[in-house]
């Protein structure tokens, strides 16, 4: 077992891997990507994260047939070569190597990296006692919706929160509309209800959401894609944040305020026992 990049469709030892210092992705952040996981060998929900790779490409302006690239055949490649059974899969498309400028040429060749790595586990007390979140301002740019390697204020502000003593923050509006987590998104429960901020521009349309919502709404939890307060937000009965890296973790405060009773509750609980349990996990 062991961690492996590939580039351009060619697989090498990770610590091996090289990209040239001109890639924009490197110079401009010119590029947008996926992370998906594999639990026992099987990448999860591929074809979503496939089909939102292209919206991103496109939302660039990354003059780029996704299919045309073979990628599900490279990534089950790389997690069967890695060996790990649980893999983190990241994967990035830059626009390619030029002479650095701000405006591209439509001649560039994109750049393809991926790299294979065991999952990482999560912490179980995470799960079992739930997570403290702080709110905090939106710094980021006006297109949250394109999975954008230009990450810096998700750094900046996950950084933040980390040294303040908090796993992650909930960045809000001026007006207090709760968006996203830095690198999650967010789910209330209210009365039984399942809510979430909806899709538009402001958020990454999660992979991990969407399969959230399809499976309450196959379980009868009614859910609604709306917009929601930082009022309501700490009057919730559940906050939890979700992504494939993840999966769900409970929020058991916000700002220091306990969310309702300050332990982890029965819908997130539900939620999680819908993911494909890891290797680790199910043999333990
Ligand atoms: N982050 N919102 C943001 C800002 C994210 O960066 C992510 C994922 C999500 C959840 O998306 P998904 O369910 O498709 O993973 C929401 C990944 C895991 C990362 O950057 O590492």
């Given at each position: 077992m062991s961690d492996i990049a590939c580039i351009n469709g060619n697989f090498v030892p990770l610590a091996e891997a090289l990209?040239?210092?001109?890639?924009?992705?490197?110079?401009?952040?010119?590029?947008?990507?996926?992370?998906?996981?594999?639990?026992?060998?099987?990448?999860?929900?591929?074809?979503?994260h496939l089909d939102r790779l292209q919206r991103s490409a496109d939302g660039i302006r990354l003059d780029l047939d996704c299919t045309t690239l073979g990628l599900g055949a490279l990534i089950r490649r790389g997690i069967e070569e890695c060996g790990y059974g649980d893999v983190m899969v990241y994967l990035q498309i830059t626009r390619g190597v030029a002479s650095r400028e701000h405006a591209y040429a439509g001649s560039i060749t994109p750049n393809l990296v991926m790299t294979f790595k065991r999952k990482p586990t999560i912490d179980a007390a995470l799960r079992s006692d739930?997570?403290?979140?702080?709110?905090?301002?939106?710094?980021?740019?006006?297109?949250?919706?394109?999975?954008?390697?230009?990450?810096?204020?998700?750094?900046?502000?996950?950084?933040?929160?980390?040294?303040r003593g908090y796993f992650d923050a909930i960045i809000v509006t001026p007006d207090d509309e709760v968006l996203e987590t830095s690198c999650a998104n967010v789910f209330i429960v209210r009365d039984g209800r399942l809510i979430t901020p909806a899709a538009d521009t402001r958020i990454l349309h999660g992979i991990t959401r969407g399969f959230i919502l399809n499976n309450a709404r196959a379980l009868q939890i009614s859910v609604e894609e709306r917009s929601v307060g930082r009022s309501e937000l700490m009057a919730a009965d559940e906050v939890f944040m979700t992504s494939s890296s993840i999966d769900i973790l409970p929020v058991c405060?916000?700002?220091?305020?306990?969310?309702?009773?300050?332990?982890?509750?029965?819908?997130?609980?539900?939620?999680?026992?819908?993911?494909?349990?890891?290797?680790?996990?199910?043999?333990?």
């Open positions: 990209v040239p210092i001109e890639d924009r992705g490197y110079q401009f952040a010119d590029g947008v990507y996926e992370v998906i996981v594999a639990h026992g060998g099987a990448p999860f929900l591929l074809d979503e739930g997570i403290k979140l702080e709110t905090v301002a939106d710094t980021r740019w006006a297109h949250c919706n394109i999975k954008s390697i230009a990450l810096l204020a998700n750094v900046m502000i996950k950084n933040a929160a980390k040294q405060s916000v700002d220091g305020q306990p969310i309702r009773s300050g332990k982890p509750g029965p819908i997130a609980a539900r939620m999680l026992e819908s993911f494909p349990k890891s290797a680790a996990a199910a043999n333990a």
